[in-house]
């Protein structure tokens, strides 16, 4: 798997710790300091480097490595241009591989849970981490997808659930209108089941 965006490796060790082989990339050296310095703790196997997915495989003969998962969480409202970013995101991911990412939905709640409340009350992030005008609604990813020029397999929107005392699955209310999340498969090939390590979201899949 590929996780790129991995900043201080929360979601790299998660996958890693229930059975996925891991490469994490981040721009930001910092990020990576710290991902690895809990690593150095933790002992997980991880593979951590200091650069792009435009980055990812110069110096290899020119041969990009593919994966077969490749996610990106919260990385597109970052994004200068969407549209290249997710080429790119396609050139490494193996033909019938999965893509996965989520990214904040431009909403007043979004503003209000995502920004004010994470970053100013509960200090999840630092200030600044996210501005508005730069979330991300589902029609501007649809159209990145479209613009990009990758044939992809229809969308299908994924909310993150919990699952209740009775163990059945249900849409987080907050998830449902402060996130998008979505999951692409490469139209060339079937998708491949998706891998086992990623079976602890119990994903509610709405057309």
Known sequence: M????CGGGIFSEALAARGAQVTAL????KSLGA???HQKQSGSQVDYQHKSVQELGIGTE???PLFDVVTAMEVLEH?????????DCAAVLKPGGHFFFSTINRTRKAQALAIFMAENIL??????THEYDKLVKPSEVDAAFRQCARDWLDPESVGIGLQDRN???RLHPLLDLAQVAFAFGQADLEPDPVPS???HFPPCLVR
């Not at 994004?79 to 080429?87: D, G, I, K």
């Open 62 to 64: 020119g041969e990009k």
């Open 35 to 37: 991902a690895q310095a």
């Open 123 to 128: 200090r999840w992030v630092p200030r600044g």
């Open 2 to 5: 590929l996780d790129i965006g």
């Open 197 to 199: 390590s990623l079976s």
């Open 79 to 87: 994004v200068a241009h969407r549209h290249l970013f997710l080429a």
């Open 26 to 29: 981040d721009q930001s050296l």
């Open 167 to 169: 163990h059945a699955t």
